[in-house]
């Protein structure tokens, strides 16, 4: 889903900066980008004083030319200016809980990277790993999937309350997994026989 956002944002015209704390992920994204001819360059700790894409950052304070897509850790997050001359630009922070982009200053720091006004910045949240230690622990598991519904059934009352744009929400994924519908009254529910 992330490379579909990517691929379409740079189909777009748009140069994308996408900090993702995670090499193996950068690297997988970077083939696929690649494979399908997108220009993309990937900037992390490993080898960045010989990454041109780095240097034209550091030296220039500039995207390279033939560049659409920078794929980075945290490497970019500080110290780094880059001078967009238009605001065709839009930055992405891929979030999870094992991350330390997950939190608040790391997050302003990636948001601050561009020295003009830019299009956007997306925070893309990964959804979380399910872990139990015990194979077949089926009433923690269910517990744990009735707490992330619920939690979400709360978040878009409270988000959306009394307004009249949840007439326009289009039940995503995370509504999918979890049996979220909306009532009569536009309130979330979610329906327990999913979980």
């Known amino acids: 889903m992330l490379f579909e956002l990517i691929r379409r944002k740079v189909n777009n015209g748009k140069r994308l900066l996408v900090f993702i704390q995670n090499k193996g992920m950068i690297e997988h994204i970077k083939s696929l980008l690649d494979d399908i001819g997108i220009n993309t360059a990937a900037v992390t700790s490993d080898g960045k004083k ?94 744990y999937e009735h707490k992330l519904a619920t939690n979400a059934v709360q978040l878009l009352n409270t988000e959306f309350e009394g307004k009249d744009s949840f007439k326009l929400m289009r039940m995503g994924i995370l509504e999918r997994r979890y049996g979220i519908k909306l009532d009569d009254n536009y309130k979330a529910y979610y329906n327990p026989l999913n979980l």
């Open 50 to 143: 010989d990454n041109p894409a780095y240097l034209s950052l550091v030296n220039e304070s500039r995207f390279p030319n033939e560049v659409k897509v920078i794929l980075t850790t945290s490497v970019l997050s500080d110290g780094i200016n880059i001078n967009n001359e238009n605001n065709n630009y839009e930055c992405i922070l891929v979030a999870s809980r094992h991350s330390s982009l997950f939190d608040v200053a790391q997050t302003r720091q990636c948001a601050n990277r561009f020295r003009n006004t830019y299009q956007s910045f997306i925070v893309y949240m990964l959804t979380p790993k399910r872990k139990s230690d015990y194979l077949y622990n089926i009433e923690n598991a269910y517990n």
